[in-house]
């Protein structure tokens, strides 16, 4: 039987502060998609905050790609991890490796099946399969499949925040962009001899610990740095998914 993996959701994840957790849940979902970790032996999110040098504290403090590295070399050292910058054709060529990405994005430029209600700066993982892209976006419901997206759109939502020539605006409410795009990730690989999981992308979905959230995300859980763990506790006061 073939296993699969679903969405990482960073609203619920036990240990999330005001909700901007985004850069660490990505990079999870990369660093157990890789075979590399098990969920249940993943750091806290405090232990991987602590590693990148950038505690939570009230308002947005989301981190970026070279704190994820920092983090990274720091909990788990023997993990094949690596900063990318630069453009599509490279980007592709290390997911055809068998590397996955931790990914920043504009969120606004993902297609619109994707933003799930945010429109910012946020953090993806992007696993490549039968000549395909798919995406695991940390805002999606926990445990739902992954959703493919093209080369284009990632090159969009990445290009939007981080690199791209002039801006070309010439089309009442839309930016267009010509020239290179540039890709900022953090790519990881299995360890030796570790083989990464099989996936059906767009079927039955085993999540390590299925929860019963809903997406979109409510937009009240960013303000309130308390409201994801006060709801998290209150659906699962009577079952066993929670930590000791």
Known sequence: MTASLGVFNQ?????VGDVDECWII?????LVASGGVEREKLPSIEA???AAGRPDRPGPTGGNNYLILKALKRLEPGIDARLYVGGASGFTNMLKRGYIA??????K?????????FKGAHQ???YFQG???????PLAKEGSPLQSITLADLQRAAGSLFGHNQPIK???GEDRFVGDWLFHAVFIKAKPGTQPPKFLPLGGVASARPRDLNAPIIVRDYIDPYAARRLYDARHKDDNLLPE
């Open 11 to 15: 609203v619920h994840w036990v240990g």
């Open 26 to 30: 990505a990079t999870f979902w990369a």
């Open 102 to 107: 931790s990914l920043s994005v504009n969120s």
């Open 170 to 172: 010439n089309m009442p």
């Open 124 to 126: 993806i993982s992007v």
């Open 131 to 137: 000549g395909k892209y798919y995406v695991m976006n």
């Open 109 to 117: 430029y993902l297609p619109p099946n994707l933003q799930y209600g």
């Open 48 to 50: 991987f905050r602590k």
